[in-house]
């Protein structure tokens, strides 16, 4: 497993913009439960035509689709732990 720093991480995330490409998260909910999702990011098909009221960005979010449930998902990027990117196993430190 590779160690990445945090400030790296939305970098290596957003390389994986293609809309075929699916990449799993281990990240911490608001509620405190620990979660793991196989998401993607780039795809529009699952939008309903609401716009979000905020940056995501400049809060330190980013917007996945979750690949099971096929619904939109907020992560934090501060609170992910794992990264798993095209077969590569990353450690989020910092």
């Known amino acids: 497993m590779k160690k990445i720093n945090r400030r790296d991480v939305l970098q290596l995330l957003e390389e994986n913009r293609n809309p075929n490409t699916i990449f799993s998260v281990v990240y911490l909910k ?12 780039g795809v529009k098909k699952h939008l309903k035509g609401g716009k979000l009221k905020y940056n995501a960005k400049e809060r330190g979010y980013l ?32």
């Open 63 to 94: 917007i996945v689709l979750d690949t099971q449930k096929k619904a939109y998902r907020t992560v934090n990027l501060n609170t992910i732990s794992n990264i798993k990117s095209k077969g590569v196993e990353y450690h989020v430190e910092g």
């Open 30 to 41: 608001k509620s405190g439960e620990i979660r793991r999702m196989n998401c993607m990011l």
